[in-house]
C-alpha cells in the first residue's frame, strides 16, 4: 500500500482511478487536483477522505505516486510545476493516449526522465467527466506501460503492480510502437467516425432532408464514438499527426480500390475483402476486446 | 388477419418476419420457401404449423401476401418464377436495402408494377440466419414503404399494416431519395468499416505485429459492423454503386480536408467538426435510434 497518491484532473478517466483505488486500498492518503468547480464538487460525493490540492505545489513531494489524467495540452504546464517539487522517491505515470509526445516533453531532462514511467490504459467512453467514472473502468483492458532503456526497474515494477490492482492486463512497449499501433487501432477509427458524421451533416444540409432519423443501418455506431470528448481526441490528432497521416493515407488508398471493384463489380476481390474481415470480429471476440452478442446485446427482445 | 403469407428466404429477416408474424396472427397459414436445408431443419423447430413450398409454383397463386428476403442477387430468378403464377389479387413486398434496382427488374410490366409493393425495414444484425431472427426485430424501427404514382391505395394499405403488426414504424418514400439516404446512412457506414478493418489487416501483415487484441479503443466498434453478412453487402455495394461512389467521393473530400487542419494544427476548425457531431449523437439518441448507455451499456460494471 502506498502512503500518498495524487491523481491530476479528475475527468471520466482520473475519477475511475480515485474509484479503483479507494476501492482496492491502493494508498492510505489519495489527493486529488482538479479545476474545475463542478467536477470537485462531484468527486467530494464520492469519499469523504479524498484530500483537494489548491496548486501543484510543495505538497508534491510527498506524492508517492502522480497520476496524470488531464487532456494532453495541459501537461506542459503541469510538467513545469511538477519540476520544481518532484525528486527521484516520487513517481509520475500518466494516461495520456500518445506517448512520443509526452516524451518529448519530458526531454532530456535526466531527473525527468528518472521520474516519469508513462502509461496508456485503453479504458474509456464516449461520456465525460467524474459522473460516468467507474473503479472497474480498467478491469480486464489493456494498458500499456512505456519502457526505455534506462528505465529504473523498479519504478517500472511499481506502475505495472497499480495498474494491476485496478483489474487491468499490462504490457510493455516503446513509444514509437505504441503511437503508430493506436493510430490505427484507435485514432483512425475516431477519426473517420468524426467525419462519416460530418459527411452526414453535409449531406443533410445540401439535400434538406432528415436523414439521422434513418441511422440505425450504420450510422448510430460511429455516431457514439464520434461523440468522444472533443479536447481529448484533438489533442491526440495533433499529438500524433504524422502517423495518423499515415494511416488515413492507406485508407484511403484502400476507399479507392474499394471504389474500382465495385464500379466494375467484382465479385471475388470485394467478397474476400467482406470475408476476411469477419475473421477480425470473431479474433476481437476470442481475445475478449468485445462482447459477442448480436448488436452489442443493444436490442432487448 | 390474411389466409396465406408466403416467405421467401428464411435467413435473419425471413425468419424475424415468420416469428412475427406468429405472435401476431397475421396470417391463418404461413408458407415458406428456403432453399438452404439447414435454414428448413432449424425453421421447422420454430412451429409445427409452418408450411413448406419445394418450389414457386402455382400454389403462389394462393398467396395474400408474399414476401421476399432473400439477398437481392436472387430477386431476378425469383420473379421470373413469380410472373407466370402471380396476378393481381396478390401483392408481393421485399426487404431489400436498395430500390431502384428492385424498380428496374420489375421494369415496365404493367402487372407486376400492380402487384409489388417494395419495402425496407432498418433492421438486423451483424449475424446471418434463422437461428439469430427474433419476433421483435422490426420493433420500434423504421420500415420504409415505396410509392410511386400508379400504386394501389388499397395494396399500399395493407403492406403499411402488416409493418405496423410486426411494431414498425412505417414511412413512404420514392426509390431514388431512398437510394441516396442509404447510401450515406448504412451503405458508406458498412463499406468505411470493412476497409477500415481491411487497412488494420494490412498494417498486420506490413508490420508483423498482433495489434487486433488493441481494437477497445474504436477498432472493435467499425469490426461488429464489418462482421455482416458478405453476399448481402456485396449486393448493395454493386447495386447502388452510382449514390455509393458519390458518398465515398464526398467522404474522401472530407478526409482530405480533416488532414489539412491536422496538418497546420487548425484549432477552431477541427473542434468545431469534433463538437458539431456530438449534436448529431444527441439527435439519434432523441429520435430513440440507440441506447442512451454510455459504451452502449456494454462494459458490465
Redesign the interface.
Same mark, same amino acid.
Given at each position: 500500500m502506498l502512503n500518498n497518491i495524487l491523481i491530476v484532473g479528475c475527468g471520466l478517466i482520473g475519477s475511475s482511478i480515485l474509484r479503483g483505488s479507494i476501492s482496492k486500498k491502493i494508498s492510505k492518503n489519495i489527493y486529488v487536483f482538479e479545476k474545475s468547480k463542478r467536477n470537485i464538487s462531484f468527486v467530494k460525493k464520492i469519499n469523504k477522505k479524498i484530500k483537494f490540492l489548491n496548486d501543484l505545489d510543495h505538497q508534491v513531494s510527498n506524492m508517492d505516486l502522480i497520476v496524470l489524467s488531464t487532456h494532453m495540452s495541459q501537461y506542459k504546464n503541469i510538467i513545469k510545476k511538477l519540476q520544481r517539487y518532484i525528486s527521484s522517491r516520487n513517481i509520475v505515470t500518466d494516461t495520456g493516449?500518445t506517448k512520443r509526445n509526452i516524451e518529448k516533453l519530458i526531454g532530456k531532462n535526466k531527473r525527468l526522465k528518472e521520474i516519469f514511467v508513462l502509461s496508456h490504459p $485503453?479504458?474509456? @467512453?464516449?461520456?465525460s467527466g467524474p459522473k460516468?467514472g467507474?473503479?472497474?473502468?480498467f478491469k480486464d483492458?489493456?494498458c500499456?506501460i512505456l519502457k526505455s532503456k534506462n528505465k529504473s526497474s523498479k519504478k517500472l515494477k511499481i506502475i505495472e503492480k497499480f495498474w494491476k490492482k485496478l483489474g487491468s492486463k499490462t504490457i510493455f512497449m516503446n513509444s514509437v %510502437?505504441h503511437d503508430?499501433?493506436?493510430s $490505427?487501432?484507435?485514432?483512425? +477509427?475516431?477519426?473517420?467516425?468524426?467525419?462519416?458524421?460530418? *459527411?452526414?451533416?453535409? #449531406?443533410q444540409k445540401k439535400?434538406k432532408?432528415n436523414?439521422?432519423?434513418? @441511422?440505425?443501418?450504420? !450510422? &448510430? %455506431?460511429?455516431? &457514439? *464514438?464520434?461523440?468522444s470528448n472533443? $479536447?481529448m481526441? &484533438?489533442d491526440i #490528432?495533433?499529438e500524433n499527426?504524422d502517423n495518423?497521416?499515415d @494511416? =488515413?493515407n492507406?485508407?484511403?488508398k484502400? !476507399?479507392?480500390n474499394?471504389?474500382r471493384l465495385?464500379?466494375k463489380?467484382s465479385?471475388k476481390s =470485394? !467478397?474476400n475483402?467482406?470475408?476476411?474481415?469477419?475473421k477480425?470480429?470473431?479474433?476481437?471476440i476470442e481475445?475478449k476486446? %468485445?462482447?459477442s452478442k +448480436?448488436?452489442?446485446?443493444? %436490442?432487448i427482445?
Open positions: 493516449s $485503453i479504458a474509456g @467512453s464516449e461520456m460516468f467507474n473503479k472497474n473502468l483492458k489493456w500499456i %510502437d503508430k499501433i493506436f $490505427i487501432t484507435s485514432h483512425l +477509427p475516431h477519426l473517420i467516425a468524426y467525419n462519416l458524421v460530418k *459527411t452526414a451533416i453535409d #449531406f439535400n432532408k436523414i439521422i432519423k434513418y @441511422s440505425a443501418g450504420g !450510422l &448510430r %455506431d460511429f455516431s &457514439r *464514438t464520434a461523440a472533443e $479536447i481526441w &484533438r #490528432f495533433f499527426k495518423i497521416i @494511416s =488515413i492507406i485508407f484511403i484502400n !476507399l479507392n474499394f471504389k465495385i464500379k463489380e465479385n =470485394i !467478397l475483402i467482406l470475408k476476411d474481415s469477419k477480425v470480429r470473431r479474433q476481437i481475445l476486446q %468485445d462482447v +448480436p448488436n452489442f446485446g443493444r %436490442d427482445f
